[in-house]
C-alpha cells in the first residue's frame, strides 16, 4: 500500500481520496467558479461532465432551489453566494429539481477559506432524499390515520343527524293535512338524504385498513359511485364523459378498486387546470389483446377475460422523459406542498394486488390516459 502510495503524486493522491468519499465535495473560488467537484459532487447534481471553470450562475440556470417551505431561493439569496460575500450562513437543507426533472433533499454546509493565495467556498453536500421522503410518508400515514379517525366520527354523528332528518321527514309525509306537491318534495328530499347516508359509509370505507376483502361486483357501479364521490370537486369547465360496456362481475376488492379510480381521476383533474374533458371508458378484453397491450407479463398469470378501466383526460401530458418514473413512490412534478408523489404508486399496487396490469399512454399538449386491467376472477389467496 504505502509503496503504490509513493509512486503516485500527491495532487493524484488526494483526488482519488476525494472521489472515493461518499459525500459531494465542492470548491468554488473568489470569482463565484468551480475550481473543484468530485465524483460524488457530479453523480448528486446530475453532472455528466466536470463542472470546473463554470460560474455559479450560469449553473444554477438549470437548477430549481426551494427552501423547506417550498420557496424558490433566487440566485442572490443563494447560501454558497451568501458565504463567498463573508456571511456565515449555517449548514442547510435545500429541495433541488435537477435538470432532468428529478427532485432531491440535500443538506449542504459551506465554510469559507483562504489558503495559499486562493479564496472562496468550501462545500460539502449529502443526499437526505430516503430519509427525508420516509420521514414524510411516515408523517402521511399518521395524517392519513388521524384523517381516517376523524371522517369516521364525523360521519358517525352525520348519520345520527341525517336519522333526525328523515324520520322528521316521514313523519311530515304521513300527515294527512300535507299538500300532493309537498308530499312529493318531501320524498325527494329523502331519496337525497338515503344517498348522501350511503355516500358517507363509502367514505368511511375508503379510509380503511389495506387488507383486501374480495367480492363479485360491477364494475360499472363503482365507476358512478366514484364519480359521484368527486362530483364536488369537478371544475366548471370539466366536462365528464362515460362509455360503460356490458360487462362480467369481477371478483375486486371495491373499496381498493374505488380508491385507483379516485386517484386516477383527481390525476386528471390537476392535468387540466383550466378545464377540459374527462372520459371513463370500461369494456372487456380478452387474453389475446392482453399479449399485445404487455408482451413481457408473465403469460401464467392471465386469465381471461380482462376488464379495463381507462381514465383519459385532455390535459397537459406527460413528458416522455418522465413517463417512466410517474408510479415511483414520491415522484411528484407538482409544487412543493401540493402533492405528495403517492397517488400513482398507491394505485399500481393496488392493481397488482388484483394481479391486473395498469398502463399509460400519453401527449405532452393533448393529455393522458390510463387504463387499468382486472382479471375477471380474484387474487389467488394461496401463499
Known amino acids: 500500500m504505502s509503496s503504490i502510495a509513493g509512486r503516485l503524486h500527491p495532487d493524484t493522491l488526494l483526488h482519488a481520496l476525494l472521489d472515493s468519499v461518499g459525500v459531494a465535495l465542492v470548491v468554488i473560488d473568489s470569482q463565484g467558479r468551480f475550481v473543484f467537484t468530485n465524483q460524488a459532487a457530479l453523480r448528486m447534481l446530475g453532472s455528466a461532465k466536470s463542472m470546473n471553470g463554470i ?10 432551489f426551494r427552501d423547506p ?3 424558490p431561493i433566487p440566485t442572490e439569496k443563494a447560501p454558497i453566494i451568501r458565504a463567498l460575500a463573508g ?3 449555517p449548514p442547510q437543507y435545500m429541495d433541488v429539481t ?3 426533472g428529478r427532485r432531491k433533499w440535500l443538506h449542504a454546509a459551506g465554510h469559507y477559506f483562504s489558503v495559499l493565495g486562493l479564496t472562496g467556498v468550501f462545500v460539502i453536500i449529502t443526499d437526505e432524499t430516503e430519509e427525508i ?8 400515514a399518521q395524517r392519513t390515520e388521524a ?7 364525523l360521519a358517525h354523528d352525520l348519520n345520527n343527524m341525517l336519522f333526525v332528518v328523515s324520520q322528521n321527514l316521514y313523519v311530515a309525509q304521513t300527515d294527512a293535512g300535507v299538500p300532493e306537491a309537498v308530499r312529493a318534495r318531501l320524498g325527494q328530499t329523502t331519496a337525497a338524504l338515503e344517498r348522501a347516508s350511503a355516500l358517507g359509509k363509502r367514505l368511511v370505507r375508503h379510509n380503511r385498513a389495506q387488507e383486501l376483502h374480495i367480492c363479485l361486483v360491477q364494475i360499472n357501479d363503482l365507476v358512478n359511485v366514484v364519480l359521484e364521490l368527486v362530483h364536488p370537486l369537478l371544475k366548471s369547465r370539466v366536462r365528464v364523459h362515460t362509455e360503460l360496456g356490458l360487462l362480467p362481475l369481477v371478483e375486486v376488492d371495491p373499496s381498493r378498486v374505488e380508491q385507483v379510480l379516485f386517484n386516477l381521476i383527481l390525476n386528471a383533474l390537476d392535468a387540466m387546470p383550466e378545464g377540459g374533458d374527462l372520459t371513463l371508458r370500461t369494456e372487456v378484453v380478452e387474453n389475446a389483446a392482453m399479449a399485445e397491450i404487455e408482451a413481457d407479463v408473465d403469460k401464467g398469470r392471465r386469465s381471461p377475460p380482462f376488464v379495463c378501466i381507462t381514465v383519459a383526460d385532455t390535459g397537459i401530458g406527460i413528458p416522455e422523459e418522465l413517463r417512466a418514473s410517474i408510479f415511483d413512490p414520491f415522484f411528484t412534478t407538482k409544487p412543493a406542498g401540493k402533492g405528495s408523489g403517492l397517488g400513482l404508486a398507491t394505485a399500481q399496487a393496488i392493481v397488482r394486488q388484483h394481479n391486473g396490469y395498469i398502463k399509460v399512454q400519453s401527449v405532452p399538449g393533448s393529455g393522458s390516459k390510463f387504463s387499468v386491467y382486472l382479471p375477471q376472477r380474484g387474487p389467488s389467496t394461496a401463499p
Not at 450562475?57 to 430549481?64: A, G, L, P, Q, S
Not at 421522503?133 to 402521511?140: C, F, G, W
Not at 384523517?147 to 366520527?153: A, E
Open 55 to 64: 460560474s455559479l450562475e450560469e449553473w444554477r440556470r438549470d437548477y430549481v
Open 69 to 71: 417551505q417550498g420557496r
Open 87 to 89: 456571511e456565515p450562513v
Open 98 to 100: 435537477l435538470p432532468d
Open 133 to 140: 421522503e420516509l420521514r414524510r410518508a411516515l408523517e402521511l
Open 147 to 153: 384523517l381516517g379517525l376523524l371522517i369516521g366520527g
